[in-house]
């Protein structure tokens, strides 16, 4: 057992950068210098959180693409946040596994990341059309932590001190065993079978000055503290942090509303239990995963007719084509048509149904919402447009059955209340796409 280093206080003005967000590798044995430690742990921000890079990359010319804003995780298209890596290549994560002292783990860190691999690695595959790929590298053993899991005062909002302890503590006890300059992602994962373990925790820590390890800088953590077995796709949501993706759902003040008014079913960033929890198109074009060529920005007042393939539709996937045939080769096409409708906001359509990702969607149709690039994480960056606002569906499985039903279906039409754009959905075409004319406002 590698001995374990003496706690280290840090400055108090070294605690106010950090916040959260809420949602068999390379390692080797490796034993750093006490100075080194407190050289890396002092790199904890005194400033506020990274909300724009120091050093943006342009991003999408088109003209209905929404300018990146200063708010955190900007829906804005404009240019992409360098401080974040893009999701367009493969990437890989270490999973670190974190014992305390005042319990013995029950389960295998084996079982721990069965937990959530492969079925993260699917998810965002089948999202990303093959385009990106999360490589898992859990450790093979639990890494003992200095202190019992009731010191840190783990829970969902947790405080700044305790939380920078936390990460201090983990980082001096992993990186004698692990390499971070090889890894992409860090999650730290906790026994969840601790006392001091709140399942209701587990988020994303951003640090507005990153970590140094092994010669790299580690921006943010996702501390995992889920219990076994996990909430569903619940990394892949904290990952969708990792690659600047802002929370969908609506916090109620006294917690004890409905949280998911915003998106409902409709978005994982809104909620990982979704029934079509595929990610929106404009986040499949944030990430890069849509070529401008699937993005159909429509202007001016005379009515676009437009082929809207599914969104979950990629190669190899199956789409129910018009006479109810199987149908296969969908996947390049327009996915996602947006009108402007202020400076600062949009409207999306996209098909959504039963494929790929959204395999359980309760209703099938073109989904309708509103982006806007300056509402922050949290704030309603995103909200579906309810198509049937009189009716709900799927009661006994959906986050939220009065959106369960929003989309446009086969037949009908809508208009966007207070914008005026009207959609169409005319009908399906013999491979499964949607035509459908979408007039602006």
């Known amino acids: 057992m590698p001995r374990q280093l003496p706690l280290r206080r840090l400055p108090r003005e070294a605690l106010k950068g950090l916040d959260a967000d809420r949602g068999a590798g390379a390692a080797r044995p490796r034993l750093r210098s006490t100075a080194a430690v407190c050289t890396t742990m002092s790199a904890l921000a005194a400033t506020s959180l990274i909300t724009a890079p120091s050093a943006a990359e342009p991003f999408s010319p088109q003209p209905c693409a929404l300018r990146r804003t200063e708010v955190h995780h900007s829906e804005g298209l404009s240019t992409w946040n360098a401080a974040y890596p893009k999701p367009v290549r493969a990437l890989d994560a270490v999973m670190v596994f974190l014992s305390f002292p005042d319990s013995q783990p029950l389960t295998a860190p084996a079982e721990l990341a069965a937990d959530h691999f492969p079925a993260t690695t699917r998810f965002f595959q089948r999202a990303s059309y093959g385009r990106f790929t999360l490589r898992p590298h859990p450790l093979p053993g639990w890494i003992s932590m200095p202190r019992p899991s009731t010191a840190y005062d783990i829970q969902r909002d947790w405080s700044p001190e305790h939380r920078a302890a936390y990460l201090r503590d983990a980082l001096d006890a992993a990186d004698r065993h692990v390499d971070f300059s090889r890894y992409d992602i860090v999650y730290f994962v906790a026994d969840p079978d601790a006392p001091g373990v709140d399942s209701d925790a587990t988020k994303v820590v951003n640090l507005n000055t990153p970590l140094r390890a092994d010669g790299t800088d580690i921006r943010r953590v996702v501390t995992v503290f889920e219990n076994h077995p996990p909430d569903r796709l619940v990394l892949a949501h904290e990952t969708g942090h990792v690659f600047d993706l802002p929370d969908l759902y609506h916090r109620p003040e006294d917690d004890e509303g409905d949280w998911d008014t915003h998106v409902g079913d409709w978005d994982l960033m809104g909620s990982q239990f979704g029934l079509a929890p595929d990610l929106f198109g404009w986040h499949k074009w944030k990430l890069g995963w849509l070529e401008p060529r699937q993005v159909a920005c429509v202007r001016g007042g005379e009515p676009v007719r437009l082929t809207l393939e599914p969104l979950g539709a990629g190669p190899g996937v ?124």
């Not at 006994?396 to 279906?409: N, R, W």
């Open 318 to 441: 199956v789409v129910t084509g018009a006479a109810g045939a199987p149908a296969f080769g969908l996947g390049r096409g327009t996915k996602l048509a947006v009108v402007r409708t202020g400076t600062d906001t949009v409207l999306a359509f996209e098909a959504r149904g039963p494929v790929g990702n959204d395999a359980a969607a309760c209703r099938a149709g073109v989904l309708v919402y509103r982006v806007h690039g300056g509402a922050r994480s949290g704030n309603g960056p995103i909200q579906v447009v309810d198509a049937h606002p009189d009716t709900e569906a799927c009661w006994e499985e959906s986050v939220h059955p009065p959106l369960a039903d929003a989309p446009v279906a086969l037949g009908e039409s809508f208009t966007v209340p207070g914008e005026g754009v009207r959609v169409e959905v005319e009908g399906r075409t013999a491979s499964g796409a949607w035509t459908v004319q979408v007039t602006p406002g």
